[in-house]
T-cell receptor
Framework: EPEVTQTPSHQVTQMGQEVILRCVPI?????FYWYRQILGQKVEFLVS????????KSEIFDDQFSVERPDGSNFTLKIRSTKLEDSAMYFC??????????FGPGTRLTVT | GEDVEQSLFLSVREGDSSVINCTYT??????LYWYKQEPGAGLQLLTY?????DMKQDQRLTVLLNKKDKHLSLRIADTQTGDSAIYFC??????????FGTGTKLQVIP
């Protein structure tokens, strides 16, 4: 069964460093998303992406964040200068048009 | 704005049925989802129901939707220890953001 994959599974970085989280969505899906879950809290929407453009973003997704689809298979989330409060589990998701969203296993980001 | 509420904890005995409840506020939602999260793992899409349906059954899982009261429930028949996890209720339009509840931690007692 096709699934969303994410790398790395765990990333440790120092405050102020840039990180790139990678996702490979399900191959025939056209809509891509990033969410995050701070430990013990709700899963929060960050951004949605379609047709090489951001289609929706939350107030969390400020200028420190960016997304890119650098090739036909990868979808990345970049955090330019990480803060302690960016520590969270980051989930990528994809959907086939206006359909249900499938999530990847997540990348645990630890900022020290 | 959208909001999804769930109780935080449910404990059941193995073999019993579990019922996890959820209320939501956005009446325009097309999809109502149930996701399962095991410790340290990602979000597994368990099942979903379209907003124009009342009920959906999938093996041991039954989803009931009361659109008038904006109430969603997930029933797990013959609950097993492997069902122990956090269950998230969520709502969305399909191609837009999904709004998640706080999650209900299901503990299955052998």
């Amino acid at each position: 069964e096709p699934e969303v994959t994410q790398t790395p599974s765990h990333q440790v970085t120092q405050m102020g460093q840039e990180v790139i989280l990678r996702c490979v969505p399900i191959s025939n899906h056209l809509y891509f998303y990033w969410y995050r879950q701070i430990l013990g809290q709700k899963v929060e929407f960050l951004v949605s992406f379609y047709n090489n453009e951001i289609s929706e973003k939350s107030e969390i997704f400020d200028d420190q964040f960016s997304v890119e689809r650098p090739d036909g298979s990868n979808f990345t989330l970049k955090i330019r200068s990480t803060k302690l409060e960016d520590s969270a589990m980051y989930f990528c998701a994809s959907s086939e048009g206006q359909r249900e969203q499938y999530f990847g296993p997540g990348t645990r980001l630890t900022v020290t | 704005g959208e909001d999804v509420e769930q109780s935080l904890f449910l404990s059941v005995r193995e073999g019993d049925s579990s019922v996890i409840n959820c209320t939501y506020t956005d009446s325009s939602s097309t999809y109502l989802y149930w996701y399962k999260q095991e410790p340290g793992a990602g979000l597994q899409l368990l099942t979903y129901i379209f907003s124009n349906m009342d009920m959906k059954q999938d093996q041991r899982l039954t989803v009931l939707l009361n659109k008038k009261d904006k109430h969603l429930s997930l029933r797990i028949a013959d609950t097993q220890t492997g069902d122990s996890a956090i269950y998230f209720c969520a709502e969305g339009l399909g191609y837009q953001k999904v709004t998640f509840g706080t999650g209900t931690k299901l503990q299955v007692i052998p």
